[in-house]
């Protein structure tokens, strides 16, 4: 296997890649401009009942993190239903809100999303899960990732 580098670019076995997109994997969660949109008021909605839908659960390493941030959230059905990944959507709770599900999409399987380096700004980021399973049950989840600089 051949490598030659020239400047910048690394050619490695056919493949052209920049010098940063080698060094630097990560994914963007939430870019700066989205980060400095209003925040949306305060919501009445809630949600009544006992419901068999899936459960959201978002797996946090700790109260604050630095950006990039192991994203991860766990998806769990019951009663013999799959989770339909092709319902997911995932929200930035801004003002308009911010539709994160293609950034996410990628790092979406059954058992939930794994994005190992997920970028964010600095602050208070609120994000709002919706998801189905294959019975058409409904479930959505919505928390806060802090992130410090």
């Given at each position: 296997m051949g490598i030659l580098?020239?400047?910048?670019?690394?050619?490695v076995a056919g493949?052209?890649?920049?010098?940063?997109?080698?060094?630097?994997?990560?994914d963007v969660l939430i870019t700066d401009d989205e980060a400095k949109l209003p925040p949306v008021k305060e919501s009445s909605e809630k949600t009544r009942g006992i419901t068999r839908?899936?459960?959201i659960e978002y797996l946090a390493d700790g109260n604050a993190a630095h950006s990039p941030i192991h994203f991860r959230v766990k998806f769990q059905s019951f009663g013999g239903a799959r989770i339909d990944t092709e319902s997911l959507k995932v929200?930035?709770?801004?003002?308009?809100?911010?539709?994160?599900?293609?950034?996410?999409?990628?790092?979406?399987?059954?058992t939930g999303i794994d994005m190992p380096n997920a970028v964010l700004p600095p602050g208070n980021h609120?994000?709002?899960?919706?998801?189905?399973?294959?019975?058409?049950r409904t479930a959505a989840t919505s928390f806060t990732l802090k992130i410090v600089p």
């Open positions: 580098r020239a400047g910048g670019l690394v050619l493949f052209m890649f920049t010098m940063s997109a080698l060094a630097y994997a990560n839908g899936p459960r929200t930035y709770v801004k003002n308009p809100t911010v539709d994160l599900t293609p950034r996410v999409k990628p790092f979406t399987q059954p609120v994000l709002r899960i919706d998801l189905k399973d294959s019975d058409g």
